[in-house]
Structure formats: C-alpha cells, structure tokens
C-alpha cells in the first residue's frame, strides 16, 4: 500500500509519482468520456483535481462520487492540461468511504450564504470558506503562544470554575448541581448553596484576570488562553456567550509598557497570519472582502494612536457626527464611536487610557485627578475594542476604598486581596478576544462565523 499524500504536499512531488489521497468531493463534473473530481481533505484551501476516465470505472460507479462523499483515490500525479493547476491526478482506483445523497446533503456546488451554513454549523467546516477559516485560527493560536513563549511568559492555566462573581455578576453562567426547582430556599427565598458541590456558589469564568494577577506577582509574567463565559443578552455580531480570551499579566509593568505590548502583540500576529495563511486570506479576501490584505498590511505600516478617553470624546463631541448613542464625558463608548475614531479619523488603530472610574472595573490603577483610571482599550478598524486592559491598583487601602465605594462584595476574592498585603508589586496586563482577533484577520462580519461552534442565545446545538 502507498502512504497517504496530504492535498498540500503534493505540490512537492515529482509528476509521474504513483500518490494515495483521501478527501471530501467539492464538486464533480465531466463528459462523456471523463469525470472531473475536485477534491479536499482540509489541508489547504486548494483543491486537487482527479481525472477518472469513464469508461474504466463505469458509469455507475462513479455515481456516488459527489458533492459531500468521502473518497480514497490513488493515481499517478501528472502535470495538469488545464491552466491555473499545477498538478491533477490521474485516478487507478476509487475507493468510496461513504456517500452523501445529492437530495439529502445540504452542501451542494452551488455557494451558500453565511446565514444558511450557520444553520448547519455541524456541515460547514466541509466548506472552502469554513476551512480557510478555521486554519487561520489554528495558525493564530499557535502564534500566541509562541509569541509569549518566545518573551518569556509563562502559560499558566486559570480556573473556569470560580467562586468570584467579580466584574459582571449579571452576565455569569452558574455551575451547579443542585436541581433549582426543588432546593432548600432561604427565607428571602435565595438558594441554599450549601448542599451543593462546592458547598457554595459558583460560576463559570467571566476572565481569568483576577488569578492571572497572583501568576504575574511570583512568576514575573504570565498569559492565560482559555474560554471564558458572559451570558450577553444582546445579539450583537461581536459577542459570543463562550468565547476565548488571551490574557498577560505582567509584574513591574506600567501602562506604557501594557500599551506598548498589545500593539507590539497585534502586529506580531497580523505579521503572522500574512507570512504563514496566505492562501487563505487571498481566497477570503477575493470571495468577502476585497480591501481584507490590504487592512492588514495598514496596520502593520503605522504607529498605533495613543490619546486619552478625554481628548478622545472632545473629538467625537466635535465631529458633527449624529450618533445613535449620545457622546458626553462619563459615557460608556459604543462601537460607532470607537470606529469612528480609528476609521474615520485616525486612519489607524487607537489606543485610548484615562478612563472614567465610574465606567471601568475596581481593579483599574487610579489616577492623581480622582476621576478617571489607568485603564486602555484598543480600537481596531472594522471591529472597535479589540483589547480591554488597564495597569493594576497596587496599593491595598486605595483599592480597598474604591471596593467600599462601589459596595462590592469582597468575601469572594479574599484571596485577591491579599496580594496587595504581602508584597505587593506594581503590574498591568489585558484581555484580547480571541474571535475578535480572528474576526479583524479574516475579514469575517459575524462573530459566529469564526468559532466553530458558536454558543449564542437560543443556540447550543452543536
Ligand atoms: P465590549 O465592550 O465589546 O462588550 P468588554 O469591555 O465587555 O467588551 P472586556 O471585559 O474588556 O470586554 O474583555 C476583554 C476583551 O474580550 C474585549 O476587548 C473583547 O475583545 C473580548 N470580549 C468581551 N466580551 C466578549 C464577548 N461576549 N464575545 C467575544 N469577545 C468578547
Ligand atoms: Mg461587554
Ligand atoms: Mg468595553
Ligand atoms: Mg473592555
């Protein structure tokens, strides 16, 4: 038996080389004397073309060879006739894995819209568009950690599971195995969570910042990458319900250094998908998005914008822009507001800090004013906030007085606290969202359509 040959290593043969390929028909088609075969098997976005002759497989033989089947094939590789290949195969033996009725199977040739694959997320992944996708966010993943590796973080993994209900206790996921309909109640009518599993309430993570941040202070420096939790009611094309955040923490940072890794951070993968995903973004970028390589290289050509929340809103107040959310000092920035800035204005990504405490988390390092925090978000083309990250409040009594101020529990991240009492030490670290960093490479609109399995409301299927 010959080894397999994997589609994107084919190119690398000689032609006259006898090859085993295994894939999935994209399309068949032919006359009366040949049959076309295009076929994939997930390697690259690159079909191979296998030429089977009619009349030594028959007719009927090659019916079940179409859109969707699974098939073995083994042939010689030739140099192609036809312009725009380089090489086809010239089919010996067809083996058929399994078939896909053409009546049944929702995947036919003709293309589909976003909207109808995202009903068959469990099918599309067998798509050229899907499979471009995924790859891309394989190499970015894979980036990530090399990029920290290669600078000396460590990978240290926090707990999806938490006690803490910290930032948004509205949006967290409970973890329970207690049956609600039938627990023990209080008498203002809470859950008695003592009988549950952990002997309280718990909750799937929101971020896994607040462990991060013990990391940073005895490892020095520290990311996490892993899925985080927030059931967002609003259906929006750029929040998930499960999705994945990277997360540095670094000890002796300030917010200069913080600003100065995530655009360093950015460019290093956008660099990244360029050199290593080049077929994919050229074929994302002819089918979706024609200006898709073009943006990518535009961020890597320019300094980031840094500018405060303040200078920030005075030209957002000054743009004579109608906004469908008014725009004042102390509000919360929208999307239109963010993209507004970067792509109408700059030109280019901004980093804004100095927000106003009221608006950002407990945790954020404040500034001399008394009014706004060292927190930063960075904005992107296309997308808004990127990044949400800021340097730490270090100093226990002033972060202490900010938690009493907001009157925030405090039993939860006991833990938390301590950091600030013994050896405490200046950091900062952000969080990047995984999908939305996939969304600005891939040029993709929808952020349901770079995860393969989109958890959304009224959504988790598959
Ligand atoms: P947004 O303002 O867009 O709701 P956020 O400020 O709530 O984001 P952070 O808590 O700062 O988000 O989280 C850090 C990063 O995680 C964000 O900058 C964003 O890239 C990403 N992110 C946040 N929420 C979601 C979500 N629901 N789905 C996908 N990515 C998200
Ligand atoms: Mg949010
Ligand atoms: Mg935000
Ligand atoms: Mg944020």
């Not at 195969?89 to 694959?117: C, M, N, R, V, W």
């Not at 499979?131 to 460590?154: L, P, Q, S, V």
């Not at 809103?313 to 920035?333: C, H, M, N, R, T």
Request: charged share 25%; with cysteine; proline share 4%.
């Amino acid at each position: 038996t010959i080894r397999r040959t994997k589609i994107s290593d084919l190119s690398q043969l000689p032609f006259g080389t006898q090859v085993s390929v295994k894939g999935w028909v994209r399309t068949r088609r032919g006359n009366k004397q040949v049959s076309f075969i295009a076929l994939n098997d997930g390697s690259t976005i690159n079909n191979i073309q296998i030429v089977a002759d009619i009349e030594q497989f028959g007719d009927e033989y090659l019916k079940p060879v179409s859109t969707g089947a699974c098939i073995h094939v083994i042939g010689t590789y030739v140099e192609s006739q036809g312009k725009g290949q380089n090489g086809e195969i010239q089919a010996e033996k067809i083996e058929i894995y399994g078939t896909a009725d053409p009546l049944e199977y929702p995947l036919q040739k003709k293309g589909h819209s976003l909207e109808f694959l995202r009903e068959i997320a469990h099918l599309r992944p067998r798509t050229n568009t899907f499979g471009a996708i995924f790859r891309i966010r394989h190499h970015m993943a894979y980036a990530i950690h090399k990029y920290f590796n290669d600078n000396g973080f460590y990978y240290l993994h926090t707990p999806i599971i938490t006690a803490s209900d910290a930032e948004g206790a509205g949006s967290m996921f409970q973890a329970t195995t207690l049956d609600l309909n039938k627990v023990a109640r209080t008498e203002d009518g809470s859950v008695d969570y003592s009988q549950d599993f952990f002997g309280r309430q718990t909750n799937l993570t929101v971020s896994g910042q607040l462990e991060g941040e013990l990391g940073a202070m005895a490892l020095g420096a520290i990311y996490t990458f892993g899925p985080t939790f927030r059931a967002e009611n609003s259906n929006t094309p750029r929040h998930l319900a499960e999705f994945w955040m990277i997360e540095p923490e670094v000890a002796f940072y300030d917010i200069h250094d913080n600003m100065d890794l995530a655009e360093d951070f950015l460019k290093y993968l956008i660099r990244y998908a360029l050199d290593n995903c080049k077929d994919d973004l050229d074929f994302l970028n002819e089918m979706y998005d024609k200006e898709l390589v073009e943006r990518l290289e535009l961020v890597l050509a320019h300094d980031f914008v840094r500018l405060s929340y303040t200078e920030g809103v005075k030209i957002l107040e000054e743009s004579g822009q109608k906004f469908e959310f008014p725009v004042y000092w102390g509000a919360d920035l929208q999307s239109e507001h963010e993209r507004y800035l970067v792509e109408k204005h700059f030109k280019r990504p901004v980093i804004m800090t100095d927000y106003p405490k009221e608006i950002k988390s407990f945790y954020m390092k404040q500034n001399e004013d008394g009014k706004t925090v060292r927190g930063m978000d960075v904005l992107f083309p296309k997308i808004g906030e990127i990044i949400g990250g800021s340097e730490r409040e270090a100093d226990y009594d002033k972060l202490m007085n900010r938690i009493n101020e907001i009157g925030m529990h405090t039993d939860p991240i006991w833990w938390y606290l301590e950091t600030r009492k013994f050896g405490t030490a200046p950091h900062a670290g952000f969080g990047l969202g995984f999908e939305r960093l996939i969304l600005f490479v891939t040029g993709m609109a929808n952020i349901r359509d770079v995860i393969p399995f989109p958890r959304t409301p009224n959504n988790a299927d598959f």
